[in-house]
């Protein structure tokens, strides 16, 4: 089972957050607070991640997509508001494609659909490195690949809870997530995805830049697409006044029109 918060009205398609590797769904913190006055929000944690039970075995794309759409459909409504950040876009990408009706809207957070072969190579020595040294021999290069030197400066206390967590994780499931996600080609089925789409990305992402965005943005029919500037791969946690600008225009615009099955 698992763990999943929820709050903020009834009525409308809910918003459903999916977070990125290694963290859990605290780290919705600012969105959840920016949505929960208008908007019915869900929050859970990835399998094997937070309050989730999980093991290796579960993290394949098309289960990602499968425990996700079990969110949705678990909350009573016909279908959701989903928004993915890095390996949670992915999810909402494959959630998308293989339960369309699941979805009203789709927002991608620094995300991608296809890697080059240079990226993959490096995704597979991430998964060794955690094999090799646990998880700590991957905190300091994933700081320096999620947040810019400025805010590392500035906010300590963000870095030391996000170093925290990543410790705390299991080196065996974020091993199979970064196995998953070197196999990850989801380009050539994207003109399927119809539902409105917001495309997020940090001005200074190195790890799913503009151009992967520019990808999305290309194959995707729907879309809107937005550089955050001085901003790199958490760009919720970096500017998270400009992600709740942009995610609350686009819901406002996207909202259901049809109510839904109430709690």
Do not use: C
């Amino acid at each position: 089972m698992l763990n999943v918060v929820r709050t903020g009205p009834g009525g409308d398609s809910p918003v459903v957050l999916v977070h990125p590797i290694g963290l859990d769904l605290s780290y919705w913190g600012e969105q959840i607070e920016a949505l929960r006055y208008t908007h019915d929000v869900i929050a859970y944690d990835l399998p094997g991640h937070g309050r989730s039970p999980g093991n290796p075995q579960m993290w394949t794309l098309d289960q990602a997509a499968q425990a996700l759409a079990g969110v949705i459909q678990s909350s009573g409504a016909q279908s959701a508001h989903v928004v993915g950040l890095s390996v949670g876009g992915m999810i909402a990408q494959a959630t998308a494609l293989n339960h369309p009706a699941l979805l009203t809207s789709l927002t991608l957070i620094s995300t991608a659909a296809v890697f080059s072969e240079e990226a993959r190579s490096a995704m597979h020595q991430r998964a060794e490195m955690a094999r090799d040294g646990e998880m700590a021999a991957v905190v300091s290069t994933t700081i320096s690949r999620w947040f810019t030197h400025e805010f590392v400066v500035q906010r300590p206390d963000i870095i030391d809870r996000v170093e925290k967590t990543l410790l705390s994780d299991d080196p065996a499931i974020y091993r199979a997530i970064w196995e998953m996600i070197a196999t990850l080609d989801l380009v050539n089925r994207l003109h399927q995805i119809t539902v409105p789409t917001l495309i997020l990305v940090g001005e200074l992402d190195t790890t799913t830049p503009p151009a992967a965005a520019a990808v999305l943005n290309a194959h995707i029919a729907n879309t809107e697409m937005h550089v955050i500037p001085n901003a790199s791969h958490m760009v919720s946690l970096e500017k998270p006044s400009e992600v709740n600008r942009h995610l609350q225009r686009f819901l406002k615009i996207n909202r259901a029109s049809a109510s839904t099955t109430k709690r």
